[in-house]
């Protein structure tokens, strides 16, 4: 098993555009969220989805969109990027919501000039 | 999910026990306890959980208290690879990292 991968790894965006941050996982969990970092702080949950077409938003969803088509992906995308948003972006999954431990992927570190 | 209370650093010497300590008062009757180390810029690593008895993995333990409202994760001989930061969670759900306790270990 790969476990949690992300796409791409590292990331310079300009202020206003847009990306898509990938995530996917080969365990067959239902549970998937992501998570952003900012330097020398705790973890943030940005958005969460507890099975394919059911998404939800964590503590800070502004300026994020999320989908889950199916089991395995769930893509974070940017609408319009800022400043603010940069930060180091970290996927999970567990078996199930509220079930199990979470695996997290390596992270994408996002820059935004 | 319950909300957690942890130091934000401690310090150990290399080849001692290290305990974390964790308060989560506010944790409900069926949630777990959970323990994430993160190194360096890495993803956090899981630990181990637990919900009510004491649990040993082949990373480390996990003491809970009998009214559930404090856990202690030791590490029972501390390496400089285990300098981290420790969260403990309270539950499994919408999951909250808070900062953490940045733990040092020293030669």
């Known amino acids: 098993n790969a476990g949690v991968t992300q796409t791409p790894k590292f990331q310079v965006l300009k202020t206003g555009q847009s990306m898509t941050l990938q995530c996917a996982q080969d365990m067959n969990h239902e549970y998937m969220s992501w998570y952003r970092q900012d330097p020398g702080m705790g973890l943030r949950l940005i958005h969460y989805?507890?099975?394919?077409?059911?998404?939800d938003q964590g503590e800070v969803p502004n300026g994020y969109n999320v989908s889950r088509s199916t089991t395995e992906d769930f893509p974070l995308r940017l609408l319009s990027a800022a400043p603010s948003q940069t930060s180091v972006y970290f996927c999970?999954?567990?078996?199930?919501?509220?079930?199990?431990?979470?695996?997290f992927g390596p992270g994408t570190r996002l820059t935004v000039t | 999910d319950a909300k957690t209370t942890q130091p934000t650093s401690m310090d150990c010497a290399e080849g001692r026990a290290a305990n974390l300590p964790c308060n989560h008062s506010?944790?409900?009757?069926?949630?777990?306890v959970y323990w994430y180390r993160q190194i360096h810029s890495q993803g956090p690593q899981y630990i181990i959980h637990?919900?009510?008895n004491n649990e040993t993995n082949e990373m480390a333990s996990l003491i809970i208290t009998e009214d559930r409202k404090s856990s202690t994760l030791i590490l029972p001989h501390a390496t400089l690879r285990d300098t981290a930061v420790y969260y403990c969670?309270?539950?499994?759900?919408?999951?909250?990292f808070g900062d953490g306790t940045t733990l040092t270990v020293k030669p």
């Open positions: 506010t944790i409900s009757g069926n949630e777990y």
């Open positions: 637990g919900l009510k």
């Open positions: 969670i309270g539950g499994a759900g919408k999951s909250t």
């Open positions: 989805s507890v099975g394919a077409g059911i998404t």
């Open positions: 999970a999954s567990s078996y199930r919501y509220a079930l199990g431990e979470q695996y």
